[in-house]
């Protein structure tokens, strides 16, 4: 008779559910498996009793038999770790290190977070083999323990032997915690410049946008009539002797202008932060232009021949 502990302060119900399925495995190998349950404190114990039956002995000698009953309950516990106690392990690093944030802001840094160590959302397969990975570093722990040992206490066990994967989950959190502080400041910058808009007063109904595909552009008005040079010396002079880049450069001068309208013109496929940042801002201002006499000039001919349009 083979018998183990396995204690948890948390999330009982996955515990006792995913060692009833491991034991179901075992059942159908040949072996008499029988779980039960008890509390000491805050601390959930299961009790797993397993014992071979003749229709086990195809798994070797009794060792072999009781080191297959550990490998299944390791494989349990490793993916417990994972995909349970891994989203309270990051919400315990973003708690106890930035305890000046808000509950709902350390909410979106878990879920950024968690999106890290998968790799993001557009990468699902990488995602389920880095995940993949960290179960597997988890499992060898824990079948390594489960050698020697007959008591295994799931908090405990990642406080004092998985140091390297919370020490990697640390530096995914700091990772995390770096996007969302720069996603925030650029929300905030975009109000800012939304209120800079809303208190000018629009100098022309509606600006035409022309985009090349090297980021460089051209204002025009309706009639067709270039006012890029006005407003953006406008907009260099206001910057003084600090560097501006053309996407600040173009911002800077539409929101100078003001208009109450405004439509873009680039190619498909042609996107920049500049652009980004432009449609945040104006937001229902904003027209796309899906094919214009311009837009046709430039796609029946090669750029290279418009390229006074552009720059």
């Not at 009953?69 to 516990?77: C, E, G, M």
């Not at 802001?105 to 890290?116: G, M, N």
């Amino acid at each position: 008779m083979e018998t183990i502990h396995i204690g948890s302060a948390g999330h009982p119900d996955q515990v006792r559910q995913r060692l009833e399925f491991e034991a179901q495995f075992l059942r159908d190998e040949g072996f008499q498996v029988d779980i039960s349950e008890s509390t000491r404190g805050s601390v959930s114990f299961f009790r797993l009793d397993s014992r071979a039956t003749e229709a086990a002995v195809a798994f070797g000698s009794p060792e072999d038999q009781a080191s297959l009953v550990r490998q299944h309950l390791a494989n349990a516990i490793s993916d417990l770790i994972v995909n349970v106690w891994e989203e309270d392990l990051l919400l315990r690093l973003v708690s106890s290190e930035y305890r000046t944030l808000g509950e709902n802001d350390r909410a979106l840094i878990v879920t950024q977070a968690q999106a890290l160590l998968d790799g993001g959302p557009e990468r699902a397969e990488a995602g389920l083999l880095r995940k993949v990975g960290r179960k597997g570093h988890i499992l060898r722990e824990v079948a390594e323990y489960l050698e020697t040992e007959d008591l295994l206490v799931i908090e405990g066990f990642i406080n004092f032997r998985l140091q390297r994967y919370v020490d990697h989950l640390e530096t995914i959190v700091e990772q995390a915690v770096d996007e969302f502080m720069l996603q925030k400041e650029y929300r905030e910058f975009i109000l800012l410049l939304r209120h800079f808009l809303t208190a000018q007063e629009p100098r022309i109904e509606r600006v035409h946008v022309l985009v090349s595909p090297d980021g460089g552009f051209r204002l025009l008005d309706d009639e067709g009539t270039s006012i890029s040079d006005q407003y953006l010396e406008e907009s260099l002079s206001q910057a003084g002797q600090k560097e501006i880049n053309r996407d600040d450069l173009l911002i800077s001068a539409l929101i100078t202008i003001a208009p109450r309208r405004l439509k873009l013109h680039a190619l498909p496929g042609i996107d920049n932060d500049g652009l980004r940042t432009l449609r945040a801002v104006f937001a229902d201002r904003v027209t796309i232009c899906r094919g214009c006499e311009l837009c046709g000039l430039r796609v029946r001919r090669p750029y290279e021949e418009h390229e006074h349009l552009f720059h």
